[in-house]
Nanobody, 115 residues
Framework: QVQLVESGGGLVQTGGSLRLSCAASGRIYSLNAMGWYRQAPGNQRELVATFTSGGTTNYADSVKGRFTISRDNAKKTVYLQMNSLKPEDTAVYYC?????????WGQGTQVTVSS
């Protein structure tokens, strides 16, 4: 089993920044195939940024140049640095990990960007 705990969400003004953290625990092999999704009210959950199974990074077009995913292997933690935030970034952000053909999710953290 893998457990994921997100933190770092909150309320920020347009143009501001936030850093999300996702701490993994349990039987986790690596921080590959791990990243961030988000879901706004009435919308489907969408990929934001992730480390692929090969360890490269992948970003949604809407966040390229503004968001950066990073990780600390020793802490088993993945981060999402979000800069130049826009109201359309408002959503619940979920940490995700794929392992052994199981998709794990965290509980989510709310990010609200005011205009």
């Amino acid at each position: 089993q893998v457990q994921l705990v997100e933190s770092g969400g909150g309320l920020v003004q347009t143009g501001g920044s936030l850093r999300l953290s996702c701490a993994a625990s349990g039987r986790i092999y690596s921080l590959n195939a791990m990243g961030w999704y988000r879901q706004a009210p009435g919308n489907q959950r969408e990929l934001v940024a992730t480390f692929t199974s090969g360890g490269t990074t992948n970003y949604a077009d809407s966040v390229k140049g503004r968001f950066t995913i990073s990780r600390d292997n020793a802490k088993k933690t993945v981060y999402l640095q979000m800069n130049s935030l826009k109201p359309e970034d408002t959503a619940v952000y979920y940490c995700n990990k794929d392992q052994d053909r199981v998709r794990y999710w965290g509980q989510g953290t709310q990010v609200t960007v005011s205009s």
